[in-house]
């Protein structure tokens, strides 16, 4: 979230048409990075999730045996 608030800083302060849209793009750059690390953080849950499932069921079936 760094990024959106450093973004959202700089379209605050900007007073000309150019330092705008460097601001409007710098925080669109942070929510881009926002999204990415909520996906790689979803994917990693999910793996993790599946590894300890895999484990659980591995150790139910030795115990059946």
Partial sequence: MAHSILG????????TADEFLAGANAFIVGCLADIGAALLAVVVVQRLTRMQ?????????????
């Fill in 53 to 65: 499932l895999t484990k659980a069921v591995r150790q139910a079936e030795q115990a059946a045996v």
């Fill in 8 to 15: 959202g800083a700089q379209y605050d302060m900007a007073q």
